[in-house]
């Protein structure tokens, strides 16, 4: 008799490093849990697999106490008996960006290789939704297969769990969906009845949704030990189920099988975020907004300054610290799992959480001052005060530049390299203690101040490189003067801001002649959902800013101006209080609005004081039409998503896991538009936005949620059992003082033709600034190079392919750049040149691995489809 189906029984576990137990809680388990699993790996030649979570971070957290068993992992790894890889930690696709999923498969891939093959599966069986761009990610490490759990569902083109999964370059996998999780084989019983009374109903489903009949029953679970009678319990399947196959397989078996019935798949594009079977926690991108602020702010700085910083300073001769790098990446990598990024922990692995990204953020601010030091120490000259300014970005910018100068006079000079006077303006000073210098210099009985300015100048800097300016205390300086304000707030050749009575601001665009009114409301809304989700209290009592009180001042400096707006809102303390009506807790956001005098980008910088519990606190800004989609960003690319979605008028009838809210997780940008007319809002770790508005449209981003359990049942917008477990989590409330950066962007034409996209990378790359003068805390000994006082590497045009990643090759004497389209239009062109150099490239992929013989001339136009990223290995000869 044919089988009905074949049932592939794969032993595994899933290890959740950290959850609402410690990383060191679960280590305990696991050094006991690998000894099993190594020595039934060991003696029983018929337990032929075992898949260890594909991730290696597993492996590192093993030999950190148990280095002795290296080889008996290595042996098993290449004897193709345990499976590992290929990430290093199972990341989430919603809230990180594209560059820290690249290094979390380049570590783990990385980590694999030394003992043996890695699983080329993109395999993240509980990562909440999948970002359409991982297909081409996958692609770029020689990975054709993947495997999920969450957010799929009819609407996206298939109710078959295995299809063909092609992202908008044409990248493709075959994927296989795992439509009842990774965990429905676990803990088998032996008895008839209790295997009848789990899998009846399981295979009917399985069976259904499949294409092929290739079933899939994983053994294994949530830090689940192996089980030890599982050959019983098959025996027993086969009893119980004569008219089914069943074996022991790795997932390569089953897709192997699946890719012999190709031509019967289908093929699906895009993401998968849909709660319809499964839960996808869609608003989980604003639990503990304090670290996912942290976790956006320390991942610019790793990607966008300081890899591209250590590049330049590699090009001079300087060492390009790869073991720093890497141990700061794996830091922030193991945050990026599902649940510790997504902050469904307790607020003891929170803290946790929070100590890695410091470190990470020490070690990466300790790395930048040190490469900055390297160069500026080593130019001709050194003995001199200097101000050496580096634009990490591929084109010229003109910057405004906020920075400080010290040194031991009333007054200073600045000059540019051929002795022409720059002008500045001094917005505060102050006197230091000269041992905050160097306490060599206290130690020495030298006891006068040092004066510290805060400086502000106006400079074009170099695409790419940097510009040195010399600083000459005792002389006088060129000191620019506050132009003459109009009686506006705020205002410039390109806005007109003024101050409405309730505290919120109309905006007027003078070049497109659009009016921005009522923006910076802040709303606060109840909260009566968990770390997982959002969801509103049942008795609703929204709130707003217009209805509080509200204070402003206004500071003018030469090249910018600042408005403060201070405002506060009584608000219920808690959810008990917004059903009574009443509201003995206080809200207050201080807002700094900065223009400069040439600009036209607008930024927000918020500080959050909440004194609150269970609301959730957003900040509106409208737009003067009604918008039909949102443009947003993801990784290596865009996409428009709904501002509505039909399927919320049909979920509960439907009988959804979660309501389909039309909330928005984005990485750097969302942009409404109408004709040719648009407003980009570019932030900082503020990832979650959702157009609201009847007769107009209005951005509202998320600042903050504050929930007390970590999982809560019966929620209004996810009925039913709880998400993880009613811990409490009083962390969660997020009380206290929060720091938020947003800044918004008009545009005339095509959002991403017009360089929206490499506008808001330039706003998240800040101009780094170093002050070099005669007295240093650490010292350093000169080198036998000599660095230029000014310097560009190479340039890229500010619109057209987008820059991701400048950094040196793992394993070459090369620099690797990644550029990638940022675009929906069928190619795009970019020219890249280098500067002063005579570079050799080869095309590789993401791993940085060769893709054959063929290069690029720098100079010739580079062409991309849609969504697409390509990646360089250059060799430069002087």
Known sequence: MKAVSRVHITPHMHWDREWYFTTEESRILLVNNMEEILTRLEQDPEYKYYVLDGQTAILEDYFAVKPENHTRVKALVQAGKLIIGPWYTQTD????????????????????????????????????????????????????????????????????????????????????????????GKYLPEDEAGLRKRLDNYFEVLEKASQTNEILLPNGHDQMPLQQNIFAVMDKLREIYPQREFVISRFEEIFERIEQQRDALATLTGEFNDGKYMRVHRTIGSTRMDIKIAHARIENKIVNVLEPLAALAWTLGFEYHHGLLEKMWKEILKNHAHDSIGCCCSDKVHREIMSRFWLA??????????????????????????????????????????????????????????????????????????????????????????????????QVLPAMGWLTLHVLPGAEGQQANVPEQSDALLENNAW????????????????????????????????????????????EWLLTSAKGTHQHSVK????????????????????AE???????????????????????????????????????????????????????????????????????NVWQAEGWKEAPVPVWNFLNYAALQQGPNGLALFTEGLREVEIIGETQSAFALTLLRGVGLLGKDDLLLRPGRPSGIKMPVPDSQVRGELHCRFSLLPFSGSALNVGVAQQARSWLTPVQCYNKIPWDAMKLNRTAITAPETFSLCTLPATGCQLSALKKAEDDEALIIRLFNPSDSECCESVMRFNHHHPVCVETGMDEEPLGEGGHIPGEPLRFRPGQSRTWRIRIDE
């Open 93 to 184: 696709t919603t809230v990180v960006a594209g560059e820290s999923i690249v290094r979390n498969l380049m570590y783990g891939m990385r980590d694999c290789l030394s003992f043996g093959e890695p699983m080329k599966i993109g395999y993240l069986p509980d990562s909440f939704g999948m970002s359409g761009q991982l297909p081409h990610i996958y692609n770029g490490f020689g990975i054709k297969r993947a495997m999920f759990w969450r957010g799929c569902s009819e609407r996206h083109g298939t109710d078959k769990t295995e299809f063909l999964w092609r992202s908008q370059d044409g990248s493709e996998v075959t994927a296989q969906v795992l439509p009842l999780g990774y965990a429905i």
């Open 361 to 458: 953020e020490d070690m990466a601010d300790s790395l930048v001052t040190f490469y900055m030091r390297k160069i500026v120490d080593n130019m001709a000259h050194s003995e001199g005060d200097k101000l050496t300014l580096f634009n990490l970005m591929p084109w010229p910018r003109d910057e405004v530049i906020n920075t400080t100068i010290r040194l031991r006079a009333s007054q200073f000079r600045l000059t540019d390299s051929d002795g022409q006077d720059v002008a500045y303006f001094i917005r505060d000073k102050r006197e230091i203690d000269p041992g905050l210098v160097d306490r060599q210099i206290v130690h020495y009985g030298n006891y006068e101040p040092f004066m510290e300015y805060d400086v502000q100048l106006c």
């Open 496 to 539: 007109r801001i003024t101050l409405n009575a309730d505290g919120t601001l109309k905006m007027e665009d003078k070049e497109s002649g659009l009016v921005y009114d009522r923006v910076l409301e802040f709303e606060d809304g109840s909260d009566d959902g968990d770390e997982y989700d959002y969801s509103p209290s049942r008795e």
């Open 556 to 575: 003018h400096d030469a090249w910018q101006s600042r408005a403060l707006i201070r405002s506060t809102l009584a608000v219920p303390l808690n959810l």
């Open 578 to 648: 917004r059903s009574a009506r009443q509201a003995s807790g206080s809200l207050a956001c201080e807002t700094t609005i900065t223009l400069s005098h040439h600009g036209r980008r607008v930024e927000f910088d918020v500080k959050v004081l909440n004194q609150a519990d269970d609301h959730r606190v957003r900040v509106r800004i409208p737009v003067p039409y009604k918008a039909e989609s949102v443009l947003t960003d993801t990784q290596f690319g865009s996409l428009n998503r709904p501002v509505q979605d039909p399927a919320m």
